[in-house]
Nanobody
Framework: QVQLVESGGGLVQAGGSLRLSCLASVNIFSISGMEWYRQAPGKQRELVAVIMISGSTNYADSVKGRFTASRDNAKNTVYLQMNSLKPEDTAVYYC?????????WGQGTQVTVSE
């Protein structure tokens, strides 16, 4: 069983920055890849970023160059640094972990970017 708790969302003006955190209840060394998703109102949940245990990352085209995922294994936490935010980044952001073939999701954190 893995519990994930996201934090760091909020209201920010376009061009601003936020850093999201996802705290896991287990040692994230046991999780090969951690993922960030987002879901905007009326839209499907989409993958934003992946960070592997090696530290390698992949990003959706829409956030490349603006978002950076990182992980602190000692704190069992993954982060999503979001810069140059745009109104279209407004969504609930979730982190996800897959362990022993099962997906675990956090409760999400709201990010709202105003014009």
């Amino acid at each position: 069983q893995v519990q994930l708790v996201e934090s760091g969302g909020g209201l920010v003006q376009a061009g601003g920055s936020l850093r999201l955190s996802c705290l896991a209840s287990v040692n994230i060394f046991s999780i090969s890849g951690m993922e960030w998703y987002r879901q905007a109102p009326g839209k499907q949940r989409e993958l934003v970023a992946v960070i592997m245990i090696s530290g390698s990352t992949n990003y959706a085209d829409s956030v490349k160059g603006r978002f950076t995922a990182s992980r602190d294994n000692a704190k069992n936490t993954v982060y999503l640094q979001m810069n140059s935010l745009k109104p279209e980044d407004t969504a609930v952001y979730y982190c996800k972990a897959r362990k022993t073939g099962q997906d675990y999701w956090g409760q999400g954190t709201q990010v709202t970017v105003s014009e």
